[in-house]
């Protein structure tokens, strides 16, 4: 089965998880405080999202992370992002990160909270920084800008698909071509692509698919 680990639609053919923020929603999805929607209610929202990952339709939480381009607080984004780790860690549940001119720090803070739960890089296609960020750890979650970015294709080819999950994130569009596209780019039927990314989804999400 196809699998999409990160989109914004709330229906769709195959497997997929639902961002949702801070909203309950009965479907599977993640929940989490991303950087750029961080509002001054943000302590009172962490506190709702501690109750929403006990819920089972909880994959991971997320998008959550760092951001250079916003106008929100450094040291606030930095409180809810630390915040959401230890989250991480106590419900055993991945995180989904969302990050922007952030990199180092992003690194930095893997290292000083050394987490047992898995880190997932989504919407991955900076392409310079792909080795660095799977050694450090990272599964790297690639978006519909695969289908036609070459350089990204290219740094594709060279990532493990060990380490590889795909999403539609916000964008209108078809897991599927993804897979397609992976496939051509790895020189692997579609069905060994399939079979490689629901070990890895076994892998990192603790909860089962139903």
């Not at 599977?28 to 009172?44: A, E, L, Q």
């Not at 909880?58 to 929100?72: P, Q, R, S, V």
């Not at 930095?78 to 991945?94: D, N, R, T, Y």
Request: overall charge negative.
């Amino acid at each position: 089965m196809f699998i999409d680990i990160h989109t914004h639609q709330k229906t769709g053919e195959y497997f997929f998880l639902h961002n949702a923020f801070v909203e309950e929603v009965e479907i599977p999805c993640s929940y989490g405080i991303h950087p750029c929607y961080i509002t001054v209610d943000y302590k009172v929202e962490l506190l709702q999202l501690e109750k929403l990952i006990k819920s089972e339709n909880c994959f991971a939480i997320g998008e959550c992370g760092l951001d250079k381009n916003t106008d929100i607080d450094w040291n606030v984004q930095m409180e809810v992002f630390e915040a959401q780790i230890k989250l991480s860690e106590e419900g055993s549940l991945p995180l989904i990160i969302h990050c922007v001119r952030a990199i180092q720090e992003l690194i930095l803070l893997k290292r000083k909270f050394k987490p047992k739960q898995p880190w997932i890089f989504h919407g991955f296609r900076k392409t310079n920084t792909a080795m660095q960020l799977l050694a450090e750890g990272f599964y790297l979650s690639i978006g519909l800008a695969l289908l036609k970015d070459e350089k990204l294709q290219q740094t594709v080819q060279t990532i493990p698909l060990e380490r590889i999950f795909l999403e539609t994130d916000d964008k209108e569009g078809d897991i599927k071509s993804l897979y397609e596209k992976l496939a051509e780019l790895k020189g692997k039927s579609i069905s060994e692509i399939v079979a490689q990314i629901e070990q890895n989804f076994e892998k990192v999400f603790q909860r089962k698919r139903k």
